[in-house]
């Protein structure tokens, strides 16, 4: 094999294996009804902490390796033509479109991740601080676990009296509604040993048994890939936004009604979401690359070791 043919390998081998520290591409997607206004926090920032989505379109954008952060939909928001403004749920309380560098005003429902540099990245979506939309993480490629996550069922038509936001648009935490530290998993319950589920956390458990329903929720529902890209939509189940009334969609920058019809979400993957069941698409997907990646490291021990004796 000449140099340049051993050169070309060297660099698809390398490209394969450590794609992943290029970042992650992140696409959120709007099939809600009406707008939503999604919230941004994480180091290191991203060229945008808010922005309007407007129902039926996309936007994409890169997030780097070694990111931590959340992101979450915003709703009922009222800006001027300067960006100044408030929500009526998810607020940020930058009296802005962009949050820079607030957090979400709970209850909201938020995506969170942790994108792993050259390793895993770790994502969940959570209820801790209550909930405000359906949310669906869908994992795009990369190897491993790779469950898809979220809660796409409507929790405010659920939400008992005591934790019900003024409106219904929103449904508090036991936390934020009571402060107690049983609920808060603070003070004498800041373990696992010591804070146990609620009542009210079982209710969004059982409702969405992906999503962390409070503080030491973590065996069912942490999610694990390496070198993914994922999309985040907002409203998955919402009956299509395309219907014969309804006029051409907008395309937002970077994304568009292409990238809505690609993150439609199949009866099938809801029905998983809504028993907890496993995520048999992104699983076909990694059985899939496996060989792949095995043969193409093989094919590369076997060239370098093909070189190296040449050169003896």
Known sequence: MDSSNFSLLITLTFFIFFKGSLGAKFTLVNKCDYAVWPGILGTPNLETTGFELPKATSRSFQVPTGWSGRFWGRTGCNFDNSGNGTCATADCGSTQLECNGNTATPPATLAEFTLGTGAQDFYDVSLVDGYNLPMFVEVNGGSGDCGSTGCVDDLNKKCPAELKV?????????????????????????????????????????????????????????????????????????????????????????????????????SAWLASLATGGGDSSSSTKSLISYPIYLFLFLSFLLVLVTNLMSQL
């Open 166 to 266: 003024d409106g219904g648009g929103a449904c508090r935490s036991a936390c934020d509604a009571f402060g107690n530290p049983e609920y808060c998993c603070s003070g004498a319950y800041n373990s696992p040993a010591t804070c146990k589920p609620s009542v009210y956390s079982e209710m969004f458990k059982s409702a969405c048994p992906k999503s962390y329903s409070y503080a030491f929720d973590d065996a069912s529902s942490t999610f694990t890939c390496t070198g993914a890209d994922y999309t985040i939509t907002f409203c998955p189940n919402f009956p299509s936004l395309k219907s014969a009334g309804d006029p051409p969609a907008a395309e937002e920058e970077n994304g568009g009604t292409a990238a809505v019809e690609e993150a439609n979400v199949g």
